[in-house]
């Protein structure tokens, strides 16, 4: 039986990510986050204009379009404010005049305008820690429709902030950056992939699921049958190499833990793993685990060929 890593694989030196690919994955790690930050600049001039109204600190209270940009710049987050009481975002906006803006003097709307960045700053490390997998995920998607369209399949798709399956749309521009999961049909087989499941069988998370069913099927809860799992693989898209063995143990340790669940009713859906940094020892111990068939594919997400041959492989399964 033909081995589908071979259609792209020849070593384990091929799994290793170059050092032009982790300095390309830095570069677009940087822009994406120039992009996240745009609209936190955009508010923190909006908030600067409206606030050098006020001729004091205390007049800034007058304001009340500014106020969520005052509680920002005291340092709660959106998401903290969900859960205070008028009376203590009060306290926190007269925390911020009395301790830090009064004491500024005529400098006051520069100091609100750089403790509102700090918050928003603040919001903008916390996404950006998720950013690797988002932007991994995106690539293999975008890839995935790519080997559809060139089969002629059509598919729906579920958007992630809904429950409901979209049609496939005439321009799928974009799609990627909010796509949960995909569902086609080639002839008489049925497919549907998602992100980010817990399997019942086994009550962890796995990256990607791929299933012997179409999308009404997945509405009634069929993912809890283990005998519907076709495929399921782990995505690391972190470029940085200092981490690069910790993502691996820990997709590694997932991945045996899938083969241990599933062997227990007796049986083996395939099993891939997709790294966007790989080191030198990491893609021998993979290489390793694909000779053995403890894996049944895997690819370099930096490498484009790899990721072209790897989901041409997932939709024909």
């Known amino acids: ?34 992009r996240r930050a745009t609209p936190f600049v955009v508010e923190a001039r909006a908030l600067k204009s409206a606030a050098s109204k006020a001729k004091t600190p205390i007049a800034l209270l007058k304001i009340p379009e500014i106020r969520a940009g005052l509680l920002t710049a005291a340092g709660v987050s959106d998401k903290a404010a969900g859960h205070l009481q008028q009376a203590d975002k009060d306290e926190a906006i007269a925390g911020l005049i009395g301790k830090y803006l009064e004491p500024a003097g005529a400098s006051f709307v520069e100091e609100l305008v750089f403790r509102f960045l700090l918050t928003r700053g603040d919001t903008l490390g916390g996404s950006m820690r998720n950013v690797g997998g988002f932007m991994a995920q995106c690539k293999l998607t975008r890839s995935i429709l790519a080997n559809l369209k060139l089969r002629g399949t059509s598919y729906c798709w579920l958007p992630s ?84 063995d910790e993502h691996w143990k820990t997709a590694r340790t997932a991945l045996s833990r899938i083969r241990e669940a599933f062997a227990r009713p007796r049986l083996k859906p395939h099993t891939f793993f997709v790294g966007a940094a790989i080191e030198e020892k990491m893609a021998i111990e993979i290489w390793t685990m694909l000779i053995r068939g403890e894996l049944k594919n895997a690819a370099n997400l930096t490498n484009d060929d790899q990721i072209a041959s790897l989901t041409r492989w997932l939709c024909s399964l």
């Open 161 to 244: 902030n809904s429950r409901v399956w979209a049609e496939m749309p005439a321009d799928d521009a974009d799609i990627e950056l909010n796509l949960r999961a995909l569902s086609w049909e080639d002839g008489p087989k049925c497919r549907t992939l998602i992100y980010n499941l817990t399997v019942p069988l086994f009550g962890n998370n796995v990256d990607i699921c791929l299933f012997r069913c179409g999308a009404d099927d997945m509405c009634k809860d069929v993912y809890r049958e283990p005998s519907t799992y076709v495929a399921l693989g782990e995505l690391k898209g972190g470029i940085d190499p200092a981490g690069a």
């Open 1 to 34: 039986m033909p081995k589908p890593y071979r259609e792209h694989l020849q070593s384990s030196h091929d799994l290793e990510t170059t050092y032009e690919a982790i300095r390309a994955g830095f570069v677009a790690l940087a822009l994406e986050k120039n």
